[in-house]
């Protein structure tokens, strides 16, 4: 009985990390669901998993499934992928439908992201600033230039919006010196080269933020702004961790994919499940921008193409869109196994 307890806490968290992004998932494709139904497009499955069937039921048009393996799910229309010469079907409906298909899956994502980030908000009594209120003992910051009243706008030339943005980028600077952009006394004023001391942790760089900041008063208004602001931060930190991985600013061993990322949440999961929000968050919003970049086999991909059409009045031969899709595919999925790999090496290396 111990055993079996023992190989539960074990267990439990990595099963909660595999329903999170079955959640995620889901979502994504609801968004298609609901977009297909509102434009007139007939939906002939909506499956939760996949694999065998657990479970089926037809409700008007559509079969809803229940699957056995809970990794995905998808969200089958008429044509498609293929020609149909049903008038209903999705590649007889103007682009314009279409491509608010398509999209609404990432706007899913995008809109359930926000909703996390405020439920995290709402129990907050007072939200963060960005505006240093005062100093730590043994600061050096202030040695070079920032005061107190100060309200951080960039860093490295880079907007900061919420103290997360300031988080980011204080991450793996080399010399512990940044340029930092303020206003003070109603300007702007940029200061080269701020000084602070660093730490390192799994080789990585990180500043040591030596000041406290004001808290903001909790109204209404308030949590809406700050809900924004926090959502705003996440994307560009997606964005900017996209812009520093090609510009080689962190290697292949800095990212993660599903193992690396379960396995993450299932540490968070341990400590407590409210932890596993923000990491909700941030991947329910990455997977909303991931899936809008111009690539083959993702919905971006696929909206590049209907944009083509929508600017050219005249569709790309469907046979030469799907070689392309494919193509990426095959690409996407190398990828994903190289890091996948990545991340079993390094759950048992330790």
């Excluded at 999170?20 to 007939?42: D, P, Q, W, Y």
């Excluded at 049903?86 to 314009?96: E, G, P, T, V, Y």
């Excluded at 600061?139 to 920032?146: D, F, I, M, T």
Aim: aromatic letters at 12%; charged letters at 20%.
């Amino acid at each position: 009985m111990i055993v079996i307890i023992e190989v539960w806490n074990n267990v439990w968290p990595y099963i909660v990390a595999v329903l999170l992004f079955l959640v995620l998932i889901v979502i994504h494709e609801f968004g298609h669901f609901i977009a297909a139904k509102a434009t007139g497009v007939r939906v002939n499955e909506f499956a939760v998993g996949f694999g065998p069937k657990l479970f089926s039921k037809k409700i008007g048009e559509t079969t809803y499934m229940l699957k056995l393996i809970p990794l995905g799910g998808y969200c089958a229309m008429e044509g498609e992928d293929e020609e149909s010469s049903d008038n209903r079907a999705f590649c007889n409906k103007k682009a314009w439908k279409r491509f608010i298909i398509v999209v609404m899956g990432a706007v899913f994502n995008l809109l359930f992201g926000f909703a996390i980030v405020a439920c995290i908000l709402a129990p907050q009594d007072r939200f963060t600033s960005t505006v240093i209120a005062e100093f730590r003992e043994g600061a050096v910051s202030c040695e070079s230039g920032l005061q107190v009243d100060d309200k951080i706008l960039e860093v490295n030339g880079r907007k900061i919006f919420t103290t997360y943005d300031l988080s980011y980028a204080f991450t793996n600077v080399k010399d512990g010196k940044i340029d930092i952009t303020v206003k003070r006394d109603g300007e702007r004023v940029k200061l080269n080269d701020v000084e602070f001391t660093t730490s390192e942790e799994n080789g990585m760089s990180y500043l040591n933020v030596d000041f406290y900041v004001y808290g903001i008063e909790k109204t209404f208004g308030n949590f809406i702004k700050e809900t924004g602001k926090t959502c705003v931060s996440y994307c560009l930190v997606i964005w900017r961790s996209l812009i520093d991985l090609i510009g080689g600013k962190y290697g292949i061993s800095a990212m993660s994919g599903p193992v690396g990322v379960t396995a993450a949440i299932g540490t968070a999961a341990k400590e407590s499940l409210i932890n596993i929000l923000p990491i909700m968050a941030l991947i329910s919003i990455n997977l909303g921008i991931f899936n809008l970049l111009p690539v083959p086999a993702l919905d971006g991909g696929r909206l590049l193409f209907i944009l083509i059409e929508m600017i050219f009045r005249k569709p790309v031969p469907q046979k030469y869109e799907a070689v392309v899709h494919m193509v990426g595919f095959f690409i996407l999925i190398g990828f994903m196994l190289l890091i996948t790999a990545k991340d079993i090496w390094s759950l048992i290396t330790g």
